[in-house]
């Protein structure tokens, strides 16, 4: 089989203006990198036109490590839409370095659901995460320099300084190291560390952010401390804000690709799924509802994290609302979850995937809590059987869900037709926006042990002493009223990733709580969440190469 990026180059990528044209846009409403590649103005945003589209969210049940191709079904779907007659683009995330280099690949699709241009958009791109590292580590630097200076406005307390640095490529090295050593001339001498750029809250305040007063409204609300005196500091205290929105001036104005077939894409934008909202950023969806009347967009992980915190989280701050979720489910997934073993997957198993199904099920369920009704999209592998196919057809149809086998790798958009229309038909029926499972004056213990409950099915959450003691000092701060964004392993329901299927009545625990009051979520930690990832034993890297043509091998 040809690789993806064998693929993506049998196709010539149309010019950007023609792209542009098909979504009614001029030439001069382009910012051009490149002949493939744009930027465009926030102008192009039309609030009246957002209220009328319909929002797509596409989430998927519980990940493993044989993948179930997400992003991949998404930008199949769009381009499905638009073969049966609804007009619709995509509107998804923008990927990080470090996968790319270590061991997931790219995340621009597969097979014949792909975007392009495909190497760029792996790598540098149009400098997004470039500008997103520099604002993150101008405020580091900003933040030394006071302590070093010891600015007597604010006097910064370095032992309770909580911002780090962050880096683009996996590097386990940086994940914990000290600064400032060398003597006095060098700076205060302290421990700290670097995260990968996507787990940035620049990262997350960028994809929040409605406009560029928003933005330093929301660089300058980051906690960075405490003064000697015991006050709170933030970066507008030390002047940060300008600089860092200044640095951030086009990254903020979302990108326009298209697909192998020539429709139109959006990718804005990266963060984390855990520690974040694992989603695209709210301008992007935006623009995207602007100027189509279908809007496919995806949530990271699972639905109990990527689509629950889109829901709560984003949809709050964007005042937008899906019309109907699609999760995405393998035929190997449904195994694993049924406990087969991961390299004997491609092998017929009746009795996994029975058992397996329990997972997809709790997805699909959680949905409907929301007021909204799930369709399910079977990624079909070649390893499929036909059997297995119309066995979980026949699942989901028996406890009332909808659902499709899409072969969108192999056939690109012609392979998701049928799920095309039970989406639309979907959207149709759709009356009323979604709602939160949460008040804002809800407490925050009240709030985590209702997304622990109602989502997870933990029977019990405990607080250790350090969470509740997190909690006390968010409340004093005035951050109480901000939505939650539960840290918590992607590969399970509970906090233990080995825990698979759908567990139930099981205690999860809360070691600390992190808030994040420049994107506006509070952040309770589960379990350990890796920030700055490590490379594999072989990594990716070692694969990748360039030819003086300038023709690079070995993305995947």
Not at 155 to 170: A, E, L
Not at 276 to 293: D, E, V, Y
Not at 323 to 337: D, M, P, S
Not at 455 to 460: D, G, L, T
Request: hydrophobic residues 45%; glycine residues 10%.
């Amino acid at each position: 089989m040809p690789s993806d990026l064998e693929i993506a180059r049998k196709f010539t990528a149309e010019p950007i203006g023609q792209i542009a044209q098909k979504v009614g846009l001029s030439a001069e409403d382009l910012l051009p990198y490149g002949h493939d590649k744009a930027k465009l103005p926030l102008r192009i945003i039309d609030e009246s036109k957002v209220a009328l589209a319909n929002l797509i969210l596409v989430s998927a049940m519980t990940p493993t490590p044989a993948g179930e191709g997400k992003t991949t079904v998404s930008i199949g779907l769009a381009d499905a839409l638009n073969r049966i007659g609804a007009d619709a683009m995509a509107a998804l995330r923008e990927p990080s370095m470090g996968p790319v280099f270590g061991m997931k690949g790219g995340a621009t699709g597969g097979g014949y659901a792909q975007v392009l241009p495909m190497e760029d958009i792996n790598l540098h791109f149009t400098g997004d995460f470039s500008a997103i590292e520099k604002a993150h580590n101008l405020l580091s630097a900003l933040i030394d320099n006071a302590i070093q200076a010891k600015d007597p406005h604010v006097h910064i307390d370095p032992r309770t300084v909580r911002w780090k640095r962050v880096f683009d490529v996996n590097d386990r090295a940086l994940r914990q190291i000290v600064v400032g050593m060398g003597g006095a001339t060098n700076g205060f001498m302290r421990e700290t560390g670097f995260d990968i750029t996507a787990a940035s809250e620049v990262m997350a305040i960028l994809c929040f952010s409605t406009g560029i007063n928003d933005l330093k409204r929301r660089l300058g609300n980051i906690y960075i401390g405490k003064s000697f005196g015991g006050q709170p500091v933030f970066a507008r205290d030390i002047k940060a804000e300008g600089a860092m929105a200044a640095l951030l001036k086009e990254a903020i104005k979302p990108n326009l690709v298209q697909t192998l077939a020539g429709n139109p894409v959006i990718l804005h934008g990266g963060p984390f799924a855990n520690i974040a909202q694992g989603t695209n950023t709210i301008l992007a969806t935006k623009m995207a509802m602007s100027l189509r009347s279908y809007v496919v967009t995806e949530a990271g992980f699972a639905f109990d994290l990527g689509g629950e915190k889109f829901l709560d989280l984003k949809c709050r701050a964007g005042g937008i609302s899906p019309k109907v979720v699609v999760l995405v489910a393998t035929i190997r997934a449904l195994k694993y979850h049924g406990g087969k073993a991961l390299k004997e997957l491609n092998t017929e198993d009746e009795r996994a995937l029975h058992a397996g199904f329990v997972n997809l099920k709790r997805h699909a369920e959680n949905v409907r809590k929301f007021g909204l009704q799930p369709v399910i999209a079977i990624n079909r592998f070649p390893s499929d059987t036909e059997h297995e196919l119309a066995e979980v057809i026949a699942m989901c149809e028996e406890v009332g869900f909808k659902a499709s086998v899409v072969e969108v790798w192999a056939k690109g958009g012609a392979g998701a037709e049928k799920l095309a229309k039970l989406v639309v038909e979907q959207c149709k029926k759709q009356k009323h926006p979604h709602r939160f499972l949460y008040s804002d004056e809800m407490p925050i213990v009240d709030k985590i042990r209702t997304v622990a409950h109602e989502i997870y099915r933990a029977k019990e959450v405990i607080f250790q002493p350090k969470a509740l003691a997190d909690v006390k000092l968010i409340e004093k701060l005035g951050f109480g009223n901000l939505p939650i964004c539960i840290a918590k392993t992607q590969y399970s329901f509970s906090d233990n990733a080995k825990s698979l299927g759908a567990p139930e009545d099981f205690t999860i625990t809360i070691r600390e709580v992190e808030f994040a009051s420049g994107a506006g979520f509070i952040i309770p930690i589960a379990g350990e969440i890796m920030r700055m990832p490590g490379l594999p034993n072989v990594p990716a890297a070692e694969g990748i190469d360039i030819d003086e043509a300038g023709n690079i091998s070995g993305l995947f």
